[in-house]
């Protein structure tokens, strides 16, 4: 019993350190759940139980290197590698389509309606 209460004592205090840094990385992201909604009080559709992460994106923003570990039983899998999605392409392209329409003069606009 005691030597169980030493094991768990010591992994925490070895795990604190890396679990306190863990929150201040911008990167950190957890995918996790995922919503019906772009809106945290939507209703969540699924709970994820595996880890997954957004470690690094890459210049175009089109690239997102990603970790996914789950475990499984006695094993645990840990995978890293880069995803594409295209996000970056996709907000270069709706930013282009904004810009166009501000050009436009107001009057050429369908009135809005009431």
Known sequence: MRATLLILLTALL???PALAQAGNDPLD???K???SAPDQSSGLVYDIPIE???L??????NWYKVKIAFK???FSYNYIGWA???VGDFVAERS?????????PAEALPPAEQ
Do not use: F, H, M, W
């Not at 690094?56 to 923003?61: A, K, L, R, T």
């Not at 282009?96 to 436009?104: F, I, S």
């Open 96 to 104: 282009k389509k904004n810009e166009r329409l501000a050009r436009v």
């Open 33 to 35: 759940k995922i919503y």
């Open 52 to 54: 997954a992460k957004v």
């Open 56 to 61: 690094d994106v890459s210049e175009n923003n």
């Open 29 to 31: 992201l957890q995918v």
């Open 72 to 74: 499984l039983g006695p």
């Open 84 to 86: 594409y999605i295209p």
């Open 14 to 16: 070895l795990t604190a």
